[in-house]
């Protein structure tokens, strides 16, 4: 949202101190009417832009509640009366909301000068928090609330509004206080601002604005500024450089200005188009303890500042790594003998140095006896409070009160004084599901030496969790004949392990029967460090995602976690039942035979998986990355990378990418007789390679070339064309039919018709529905079997076109979805960068279950299909524009955006991991490698669950045919049971957005499904 602010001096430019106190009194903002129950024909204190209505009944407190109905392009809002807001203050907001039937757009929020889009809101009531920082100065008419909706289809509702003031809450470490966006590696300071993760345009270094925020960006226009101030403690900085990105760009330009002390400013340099620039802090304002940024828009100006980044070296011993936080803490009431400032929440982890620590100041003449005390509580969870007491004597004293967090969640912390002294303040701690402390079972061997435990691999294990409580004799997996299963075991040293080996032996089984040790994989689980949360449900720190195999002997640091992935294959054929055996893992004086039992089910898994899939995939990055030249070592890497897809049952959108069929087309000039414009194809190659790609991978489905057709996106397209003829001319006609009419053919022929799709237009906006028909409408004409694919939810002006549909998840209506099956066509659905939380996702720092669930939504909801944009996305060519030097995805997992018109060398976050399953060889993560890198991919935990996920659907396929086919046979009773188990219970997911995070409901529904169709595979038709 722009906003034009007044001028704004440099003398008034707000600072903020290093160690922010909690206000003396909290400040609660008399929003009007903020459950909207008085008024007469509408409601007191609210005013309505656009279509809405004031809602009577089921409502979120109260009688009433507010709704606005937008119509696809719209922007329709309830704005309040105006707000006694102050200048260069923190606030919290808070209120309901939930989704009417809206579909598309966004729900928008908060202040007018800091806008937060919501994205999709869940059909039942929910509480959003956000947190907005006010400009300096705050112009009067922009101090107000704003509810509604910006291009939303259908209708949303909002009620019980709270504003308090807030107090930001940083996290001190070594000296260092730092907040959300910093960090310390050594020497190295950096800062990127958490946009979009916390809900606010708040950060530590944020000195003053006078701009317009949008969720993940600064608006500017004329004479608007946003002022940085950078401090690292007592450090002082000895080399520095600021990055700024600018896009939307329109007009003006943007001023980079620098200071040493917040008053002189000196230029830097100007941005006055989209793009990326990098400045170097003049090395005459060096060394100093602190340095202001100012970026500044100069005359007539509309643009974003999309990314800003800061790093500077600092003079000094090394730190160890720091990663700064950002929580917020309200006051709720005062005591006017004692001030009491809040400087830090502790580590906020479950096992972690949970200590809040605070600073009070006894104002008063006498010693008062206060009983510090922190109560924990998340829904009906709440951990008792410490009540041991302190003797505050008259002046300064600084005291630290113990609390611990039970597990991941978000945790409301009150802060009290004791009943005698009148002070309390709340705060919430957000723990991620990386921390959960709910799961695991020591191992036999383990010791306080070495700590030895197991968990399930739909977990993610941080390298702090602590060794669990629970205990049992083995690893323990369960698999079907032909299936794929892991675990993990951990181990945890108190000293340093070094040359530490893995080695699996066979597993024994009933009758002699034998898993062979080669079906016994161990791979090493290798931490990332996320530097830049994906969104709310993301957390910076180190988590565990690429699996790179075990080449030698590693060493294992002390007093962490270090997981181990074990990935076990039961063979055809082999005779069910447990099979036992061990890994063996010997280092410097240490040695531990690690137990596993593998229980194999009585069925096999097919080799080709019901539920089709449709990844992206670029043998170009894998060229690049790997230093692929000959092509004889692009194919022996290329072969290898297909055989992984297999051995996870997901399809390339091309499974033949080395091996294209070779079309001639006709020279031709207007003269040429249309009966002669024919295309000549040769399916040698093609034919031979689709052949290995069915009986060798197993693979279920394939993009067709689309000649002809144009194509593009809704951010721009690719007008239809062939051999220089435009669509209309008989030249283009014949060329189009006749290509089509003998691909169809030749396909009908090899009984792959049912199998191929034409993906030839991405996420159309309306605006494009025509073009789209259009093309729909030509190759509907010409080739009718070829399925017609298209990534947008069903719309009435699509009908008839697309028949293959493959909407977003989060766009995925099944009423409308219903309808057109009933027509005969097909649905497959997908994610990307998008949805984020609460969504099931594709990111690493989300929980590991995401992408396991996403596939019983998948089944829940009669999908066919899934499909995801690439799966080797490694580098974005903007964010990293120069070709020599690409991104390294394992020390930078942020996926960049790429296109769309982003500018070069602009850094705007897609999300951790996405498009990014599997990752380069380790020996070619920075595509440098010495010499050529044959190797197939690293897979990554992610990939490892989206397998188990496609396995599971798999389970609810077969027995769902065992059922039909032994449906005359079984007993109502018998029937029913077998039919439940079909119907995905609320314990795994209840609707796309609430599922569990937890594996165990995931694997007991599977092991009943795993001994369902044991019972009915040994039953007679």
């Given at each position: 949202?722009?906003?034009?602010?007044?001028?704004?001096?440099?003398?008034?430019?707000?600072v903020?101190?290093?160690t922010i106190?909690v206000?003396?009194?909290?400040?609660?903002?008399?929003?009007?009417n903020?459950?909207?129950?008085?008024?007469?024909?509408?409601?007191?204190?609210?005013?309505?832009?656009?279509?809405?209505?004031?809602?009577s009944?089921?409502?979120?407190?109260?009688?009433?509640?507010?709704?606005?109905?937008?119509?696809?392009?719209?922007n329709?809002?309830?704005?309040?009366?105006?707000?006694?807001?102050?200048?260069?203050?923190?606030?919290r907001?808070?209120?309901?909301?939930?989704?009417?039937?809206?579909?598309?757009?966004?729900a928008v929020?908060?202040?007018?000068f800091?806008?937060?889009?919501?994205g999709?809101?869940?059909p039942?009531?929910?509480?959003?928090?956000?947190y907005?920082?006010?400009?300096d100065?705050?112009?009067?008419?922009?101090?107000?609330?704003?509810?509604?909706?910006?291009?939303?289809?259908?209708?949303?509702?909002?009620?019980?509004i709270?504003?308090?003031?807030?107090?930001?809450?940083?996290?001190?470490?070594s000296?260092?206080?730092?907040?959300?966006?910093?960090?310390?590696?050594?020497?190295?300071?950096?800062?990127?601002?958490?946009?979009?993760?916390?809900?606010?345009?708040?950060?530590?270094?944020?000195?003053?604005?006078r701009?317009?925020?949008?969720?993940?960006?600064?608006?500017?226009?004329?004479?608007?500024?946003?002022?940085?101030?950078?401090?690292?403690?007592?450090?002082?900085q000895?080399?520095?450089?600021?990055?700024?990105?600018?896009?939307?760009?329109?007009?003006?330009?943007?001023?980079?200005?620098?200071?040493?002390?917040?008053?002189?400013?000196?230029?830097?340099?100007?941005?006055?188009?989209?793009?990326?620039?990098?400045?170097?802090?003049p090395?005459?304002?060096?060394?100093a303890?602190?340095?202001?940024?100012?970026?500044?828009?100069?005359?007539p100006?509309?643009?974003?500042?999309?990314?800003?980044?800061?790093?500077a070296?600092?003079?000094?011993?090394?730190?160890?790594?720091?990663?700064?936080?950002?929580?917020?803490?309200?006051?709720?009431?005062?005591?006017?003998?004692?001030?009491?400032?809040?400087?830090?929440?502790?580590?906020?982890?479950p096992?972690?140095?949970?200590?809040i620590?605070l600073?009070?100041?006894?104002?008063?003449?006498?010693?008062i006896?206060?009983?510090?005390?922190?109560?924990?509580?998340?829904?009906?969870?709440?951990t008792?409070?410490?009540t041991?007491?302190?003797?505050?004597?008259?002046?300064?004293?600084?005291?630290?009160?113990?609390?611990?967090?039970?597990?991941a969640g978000?945790?409301?912390?009150?802060?009290g004084?004791?009943?005698?002294?009148?002070?309390?303040?709340?705060?919430?701690?957000?723990?991620?599901?990386?921390?959960?402390?709910?799961?695991?079972?020591?191992?036999?061997?383990?010791?306080?030496?070495?700590?030895?435990?197991?968990?399930?691999?739909?977990?993610?294990?941080?390298?702090?969790?602590?060794?669990?409580?629970?205990?049992?004799?083995?690893?323990?997996?369960?698999?079907?004949?032909?299936?794929?299963?892991?675990?993990?075991?951990?181990?945890?040293?108190?000293?340093?392990?070094k040359?530490?080996?893995?080695?699996?032996?066979?597993?024994?089984?009933?009758?002699?029967?034998?898993?062979?040790?080669?079906a016994?994989?161990?791979?090493r689980?290798?931490?990332?460090?996320?530097?830049?949360?994906?969104?709310?449900?993301?957390?910076?720190?180190?988590?565990?995602?690429?699996?790179?195999p075990?080449?030698?002997?590693?060493?294992?640091d002390?007093?962490?976690?270090?997981?181990?992935?074990?990935?076990?294959?039961a063979p055809?054929?082999?005779?069910?039942?447990?099979?036992?055996g061990?890994i063996?893992?010997?280092?410097?004086?240490?040695?531990?035979?690690?137990p596993?039992?593998?229980?194999?089910?009585?069925?096999?898994?097919?080799?080709?998986?019901?539920?089709?899939?449709?990844?992206?995939?670029?043998?170009?990055?894998?060229?690049?990355y790997?230093k692929?030249?000959?092509?004889?070592?692009?194919?022996?890497?290329?072969?290898?990378?297909?055989?992984?897809?297999?051995?996870?049952?997901?399809?390339?959108?091309?499974?033949?990418?080395?091996?294209?069929?070779?079309?001639?087309?006709?020279?031709?000039?207007?003269?040429?007789?249309?009966?002669?414009?024919?295309?000549?194809?040769?399916?040698?190659?093609?034919?031979?390679?689709?052949?290995?790609?069915?009986?060798v991978?197993?693979?279920?489905?394939?993009?067709?070339?689309a000649?002809?057709?144009?194509?593009?996106?809704?951010?721009?397209?690719?007008?239809?064309?062939?051999?220089?003829?435009?669509?209309?001319?008989?030249?283009?006609?014949?060329?189009f039919?006749?290509?089509?009419?003998?691909?169809?053919?030749?396909?009908?022929?090899?009984?792959?018709?049912?199998?191929a799709?034409?993906?030839?237009f991405?996420?159309?906006?309306?605006k494009?529905?025509?073009?789209?028909?259009?093309?729909?409408?030509?190759?509907?004409?010409?080739?009718?079997?070829?399925?017609?694919?298209?990534?947008?939810?069903?719309?009435?002006?699509?009908?008839?076109?697309?028949?293959?549909?493959?909407p977003i998840?989060?766009?995925?209506?099944?009423?409308?979805?219903?309808?057109?099956?009933?027509?005969?066509?097909?649905?497959?659905?997908?994610?990307?960068?998008?949805?984020?939380?609460?969504?099931?996702?594709?990111?690493?720092?989300?929980?590991?279950?995401?992408?396991?669930?996403?596939?019983?939504?998948?089944?829940q909801?009669?999908?066919?299909?899934?499909?995801?944009?690439?799966?080797n996305?490694?580098?974005?060519?903007?964010?990293?524009?120069?070709?020599?030097?690409?991104?390294?995805?394992?020390?930078?997992p942020?996926?960049?955006?790429?296109?769309y018109?982003?500018?070069?060398?602009?850094?705007?976050?897609w999300?951790?991991?996405?498009?990014?399953?599997?990752?380069?060889?380790e020996?070619?993560?920075?595509?440098?490698?010495?010499?050529?890198?044959?190797?197939?991919?690293?897979?990554?935990?992610?990939?490892?669950l989206?397998?188990d996920?496609?396995?599971?659907?798999?389970?609810?396929?077969i027995?769902?045919?065992?059922?039909?086919?032994?449906?005359?046979?079984?007993?109502?009773?018998?029937?029913?049971?077998?039919?439940?188990?079909?119907?995905?219970?609320d314990?795994?997911?209840?609707?796309?957005?609430?599922?569990t995070?937890?594996?165990?409901?995931?694997?007991?529904?599977?092991?009943?499904?795993?001994?369902?169709?044991?019972?009915?595979?040994?039953?007679k038709?």
């Amino acid at each position: 949202m722009h906003v034009e602010c007044r001028a704004l001096t440099a003398a008034l430019i707000f600072v903020l101190s290093l160690t922010i106190s909690v206000l003396a009194a909290a400040q609660t903002i008399a929003v009007p009417n903020p459950s909207f129950e008085s008024g007469g024909d509408h409601p007191d204190g609210w005013t309505l832009d656009g279509e809405g209505t004031w809602l009577s009944g089921n409502a979120a407190a109260g009688q009433r509640a507010i709704s606005v109905t937008g119509a696809g392009e719209t922007n329709r809002v309830w704005r309040s009366e105006s707000l006694p807001l102050k200048p260069g203050t923190v606030y919290r907001l808070r209120f309901r909301a939930r989704n009417l039937g809206g579909n598309g757009g966004t729900a928008v929020s908060g202040p007018p000068f800091c806008n937060r889009d919501l994205g999709d809101l869940k059909p039942d009531w929910d509480t959003v928090t956000s947190y907005f920082m006010t400009p300096d100065p705050l112009p009067t008419d922009q101090s107000f609330l704003r509810f509604g909706e910006w291009h939303v289809n259908g209708a949303l509702a909002f009620d019980d509004i709270e504003l308090t003031t807030a107090e930001p809450i940083y996290h001190t470490e070594s000296g260092v206080t730092l907040g959300d966006g910093e960090r310390v590696d050594g020497a190295i300071y950096t800062f990127e601002p958490s946009w979009n993760t916390k809900w606010t345009n708040q950060s530590r270094p944020l000195a003053s604005y006078r701009a317009a925020f949008n969720t993940n960006r600064w608006n500017l226009g004329q004479d608007n500024d946003v002022v940085y101030r950078h401090r690292v403690g007592d450090r002082r900085q000895l080399k520095a450089s600021v990055e700024i990105a600018l896009t939307n760009y329109s007009q003006g330009a943007l001023d980079a200005q620098v200071s040493a002390d917040g008053k002189l400013w000196k230029a830097l340099g100007s941005l006055n188009a989209d793009g990326a620039k990098s400045f170097e802090i003049p090395s005459d304002l060096l060394p100093a303890p602190e340095m202001w940024v100012r970026l500044h828009a100069t005359g007539p100006s509309a643009y974003t500042v999309s990314s800003y980044r800061y790093t500077a070296t600092l003079e000094g011993p090394p730190l160890p790594a720091i990663i700064g936080s950002t929580r917020y803490a309200v006051v709720t009431s005062v005591e006017p003998r004692i001030t009491v400032k809040i400087t830090d929440l502790g580590d906020g982890l479950p096992g972690g140095k949970n200590e809040i620590a605070l600073n009070l100041l006894n104002t008063s003449s006498e010693t008062i006896s206060v009983k510090p005390n922190v109560t924990v509580r998340s829904g009906t969870r709440e951990t008792s409070p410490n009540t041991t007491s302190v003797n505050i004597a008259p002046g300064e004293q600084n005291i630290r009160v113990p609390y611990s967090l039970p597990g991941a969640g978000n945790w409301d912390i009150g802060i009290g004084l004791g009943d005698a002294v009148h002070y309390a303040a709340e705060a919430v701690v957000n723990v991620p599901e990386l921390y959960a402390t709910n799961y695991g079972e020591r191992l036999p061997g383990s010791t306080d030496a070495v700590g030895l435990w197991w968990a399930s691999s739909g977990w993610k294990i941080s390298r702090t969790r602590p060794v669990p409580d629970a205990a049992s004799a083995a690893l323990r997996i369960g698999l079907a004949r032909n299936e794929t299963e892991a675990a993990q075991f951990v181990l945890r040293p108190k000293a340093s392990l070094k040359s530490l080996s893995l080695t699996a032996a066979a597993l024994s089984g009933p009758s002699g029967a034998v898993i062979p040790a080669t079906a016994v994989e161990v791979l090493r689980e290798r931490y990332l460090q996320i530097q830049r949360p994906t969104d709310s449900a993301g957390a910076a720190g180190l988590w565990p995602d690429p699996l790179p195999p075990l080449t030698g002997p590693i060493a294992i640091d002390a007093d962490v976690n270090q997981p181990f992935w074990v990935r076990v294959k039961a063979p055809k054929g082999i005779a069910a039942g447990v099979y036992t055996g061990s890994i063996h893992a010997a280092a410097d004086q240490f040695a531990v035979d690690i137990p596993i039992a593998v229980t194999v089910f009585d069925f096999d898994l097919p080799d080709r998986m019901t539920c089709v899939s449709a990844f992206g995939f670029s043998p170009e990055n894998v060229y690049k990355y790997q230093k692929l030249d000959t092509p004889e070592q692009k194919r022996a890497a290329i072969e290898k990378y297909l055989a992984d897809f297999s051995a996870h049952h997901i399809t390339p959108y091309n499974p033949t990418p080395l091996d294209a069929f070779e079309v001639q087309w006709p020279a031709a000039t207007a003269a040429t007789p249309v009966a002669d414009l024919k295309p000549t194809i040769d399916w040698t190659k093609w034919d031979a390679a689709m052949e290995r790609a069915y009986s060798v991978y197993h693979f279920n489905s394939f993009q067709l070339p689309a000649p002809g057709m144009g194509g593009g996106t809704f951010h721009d397209r690719v007008e239809p064309e062939l051999q220089g003829f435009k669509e209309g001319t008989p030249q283009y006609e014949a060329l189009f039919t006749s290509y089509y009419q003998q691909v169809q053919d030749h396909l009908r022929a090899k009984g792959w018709l049912n199998d191929a799709y034409v993906y030839w237009f991405d996420e159309p906006d309306p605006k494009d529905y025509d073009f789209v028909m259009n093309g729909f409408r030509k190759l509907k004409t010409a080739a009718p079997d070829i399925p017609r694919m298209l990534t947008e939810q069903v719309e009435p002006q699509l009908v008839d076109g697309p028949n293959l549909w493959c909407p977003i998840s989060n766009e995925y209506k099944q009423a409308p979805a219903d309808e057109r099956r009933a027509q005969g066509d097909r649905f497959w659905w997908y994610i990307c960068t998008g949805p984020k939380a609460p969504y099931c996702t594709e990111f690493i720092d989300h929980a590991a279950t995401e992408l396991r669930v996403w596939l019983w939504q998948t089944w829940q909801r009669n999908i066919n299909g899934i499909l995801i944009w690439q799966t080797n996305y490694w580098t974005s060519d903007t964010a990293f524009a120069d070709p020599a030097h690409p991104q390294n995805p394992y020390d930078d997992p942020m996926s960049w955006m790429v296109g769309y018109g982003t500018p070069a060398g602009a850094r705007i976050p897609w999300g951790n991991g996405d498009g990014r399953f599997i990752y380069p060889p380790e020996a070619a993560a920075a595509a440098q490698p010495p010499q050529a890198v044959t190797d197939g991919p690293v897979d990554s935990i992610r990939w490892e669950l989206l397998r188990d996920g496609v396995e599971d659907y798999e389970y609810m396929a077969i027995l769902k045919a065992l059922l039909e086919k032994h449906r005359s046979t079984l007993s109502g009773a018998d029937r029913s049971a077998y039919e439940s188990l079909l119907i995905v219970p609320d314990e795994i997911t209840a609707n796309v957005t609430t599922f569990t995070k937890d594996p165990k409901p995931i694997e007991v529904r599977r092991d009943a499904m795993a001994h369902a169709i044991e019972k009915l595979s040994a039953q007679k038709p």
